[in-house]
């Protein structure tokens, strides 16, 4: 069954560092996303991506933020300058029809 | 902006029906999802909805629709230890808005 992966599955870094995270979507989706879950709390959506570019983006996803798709595979989160206030969980979602989820990515900024 | 609600914990016995409970505020939604989280674990997406149904049967699974009072819930029937977890709802306009979830406690 076609699954959704995410690389790494738990990423260390020290503050002001920054920090590439990676997914693959399921190969015939075209809707990509990302969301975050900072630990005890709900899951939060932080942009969709669509025909290459993003279509929307929360208050969260500000000028550290930054997507891409480097390639027809990969869909990649990438976080400028890490402040300790983005340890969570973050999440890879792609979409044909139904959203299906990665299993996430642990980052932890000391 | 849009919501989802849930109420935070549900205790069951092992063998009982659960029903988790959901209401959110976004009209233009398409679907309606139900997702599990075990501890420590991704996102197990569960059962979904369409937004012109009212019910939808999944083995175990019930999930069941109310458009007009925005209500949503999932019922699980004879419930077992294994089905600890917190349960996410959320709703689908493009973007998933997710509700805080709900732990289930399954004891004996």
């Known amino acids: 069954e076609p699954e959704v992966t995410q690389t790494p599955s738990h990423q260390v870094t020290q503050m002001g560092q920054e920090v590439i995270l990676r997914c693959v979507p399921i190969?015939?989706?075209?809707?990509f996303y990302w969301y975050r879950q900072i630990l005890g709390q709900k899951v939060e959506f932080l942009v969709s991506?669509?025909?290459?570019?993003?279509?929307?983006k929360s208050e969260i996803f500000d000028d550290q933020f930054s997507v891409e798709r480097p390639d027809g595979s990969n869909f990649t989160l990438k976080i400028r300058s890490t402040k300790l206030e983005d340890s969570a969980m973050y999440f890879c979602a792609s979409k044909q029809g139904e959203q299906f989820f990665g299993p996430g990515t642990r980052l932890t900024v000391l | 902006g849009e919501d989802v609600e849930q109420s935070l914990f549900l205790s069951v016995r092992e063998g009982d029906s659960s029903v988790i409970n959901c209401t959110y505020t976004d009209s233009s939604s398409t679907y309606l999802y139900w997702y599990k989280q075990e501890p420590g674990a991704g996102l197990q997406l569960l059962t979904y909805?369409?937004?012109?149904?009212d019910m939808k049967q999944d083995q175990r699974l019930t999930v069941l629709l109310n458009k007009k009072d925005k209500h949503l819930s999932l019922r699980i029937a004879d419930t077992q230890t294994g089905d600890s977890a917190i349960y996410f709802c959320a709703d689908d306009n493009n973007k998933l808005i997710f509700g805080a979830g709900t732990r289930l406690a399954v004891h004996p």
């Open positions: 991506f669509y025909n290459n570019e993003i279509s929307e």
């Open positions: 909805i369409f937004s012109n149904m």
């Open positions: 190969s015939n989706h075209l809707y």
